[in-house]
Nanobody, 121 residues
Framework: QVQLVESGGGLVQPGGSLRLSCAASGSFFAIGAMGWYRQAPGKQRELVATITSGVSTDYADSVKGRFTISRDNAKNTVYLQMNSLKPEDTADYYC???????????????WGQGTQVTVST
């Protein structure tokens, strides 16, 4: 089974920075695209950023120029560098990945449990 574990969340002041990590572990054949999503209380989960296995990236308009997604395929890890944080960035951040457990398997989507990010004075 594939497990995704996020880390790096916490409390930060407006204008500050935070770096999130998400590591995939377990037994699997391949990992494709990976991404970060967030969900604020009472709101729907939304896309923050995605990165393909070929390192093409996509960002939500609200975070463009402030956030950077990257990955280390050797470590099966995706990162989210968050700069110039705003109070509206406060949310639970979730990692996901397209995973192929075996070479003959279909692609499936795995989700992490989330890590909380709070931007406040």
């Amino acid at each position: 089974q594939v497990q995704l574990v996020e880390s790096g969340g916490g409390l930060v002041q407006p204008g500050g920075s935070l770096r999130l990590s998400c590591a995939a572990s377990g037994s699997f054949f391949a990992i494709g695209a990976m991404g970060w999503y967030r969900q604020a209380p009472g709101k729907q989960r939304e896309l923050v950023a995605t990165i393909t296995s070929g390192v093409s990236t996509d960002y939500a308009d609200s975070v463009k120029g402030r956030f950077t997604i990257s990955r280390d395929n050797a470590k099966n890890t995706v990162y989210l560098q968050m700069n110039s944080l705003k109070p509206e960035d406060t949310a639970d951040y979730y990692c996901n990945a397209d995973v192929r457990v075996y070479w003959w398997s279909r692609w499936s989507v795995s989700w992490g449990q989330g890590t909380q990010v709070t931007v406040s004075t």
